[in-house]
């Protein structure tokens, strides 16, 4: 066997443990996501405490996809398809670490909410979302390791669905705090569980576009490939 060949499949087998420590990664941040919106339903405080806890997997899987792809880069030269990925996985992994971000603040938001000790009922909307942004962040991740441009699409298309939830969601508890001063200071918390949701769903879409990015060679952050996906501003959503 001559050096390029062993230098080959020792490429290949390091790509393929960058992509085993993405899907890890995102399965533990939805993984997060919905731990820290069950505590919210629920008013476990122990659930809550466990997300903030276990944000550190996460921060730790990002350093090692980094670690990865810049020896990946720095060694092996990639071209083509192969240097998409490996400079599409470091965005991702920010992107991921975000999610993880956003699921403590979800969980914050539960603690404060359980402390409050107010009567208020959780809007099924709140669960809705964190169901969908939690399949978009899924499908996209899947999209981007299996290079499925299409399937990149449709998860961007989606994120109107959870806006729209966020906006109908803000009209709800708006009406609530007009109701009922008691109500104010755990509507301003649900209203910022559901930003959070709402941005989980935009780092999926970016995920997504990655995917298209990879799979294509295209950039589809201008939504000029992306139809329909009216009002999108055209950048990398934070």
């Given at each position: 066997m001559t050096g390029v060949d062993v230098?080959?499949?020792?490429?290949h087998a390091q790509l393929a443990m960058l992509k085993q420590r993405l899907t890890e990664m995102s399965a533990r941040a939805e993984e997060l996501v919905d731990i820290a919106v069950d505590a919210l339903l629920t008013r476990d405080r122990e659930k809550a405490d466990a997300v903030i806890q276990g944000d550190r997997d996460v921060d730790h899987l990002e350093i090692e996809v980094e670690q990865l792809a810049i020896a990946l880069l720095a060694l092996q030269q990639p071209m083509g398809r192969d240097l998409r990925f490996i400079i599409s996985a470091i965005k991702i992994s920010s992107d991921l670490e975000r999610v993880g971000d956003h699921a403590v603040n979800i969980a914050q938001s539960a603690l404060r909410i359980t402390a409050e000790r107010v009567p208020l009922k959780i809007d099924p909307a709140i669960e809705d979302m964190a169901r969908r942004a939690r399949r978009m962040l899924s499908d996209a991740l899947d999209a981007f390791v299996r290079a499925d441009g299409?399937?990149?699409?449709?998860?961007?298309?989606?994120?109107?669905?959870?806006?729209?939830?966020?906006?109908s969601l803000f009209r709800i508890l708006l009406t609530h705090m007009m109701a009922d001063p008691k109500l104010i200071t755990p509507s301003l918390e649900l209203l910022l569980v559901s930003r959070n949701l709402e941005r989980v769903a935009d780092l999926a879409t970016n995920i997504g576009e990655d995917a298209v990015f990879l799979a294509e060679g295209k950039q589809i952050k201008h939504r000029s490939e992306m139809e329909p996906h009216p009002g999108h501003d055209g950048d990398r959503k934070t």
């Open positions: 230098s080959e499949r020792h490429f299409a399937l990149g699409r449709e998860v961007c298309q989606r994120d109107d669905q959870v806006d729209a939830l966020h906006d």
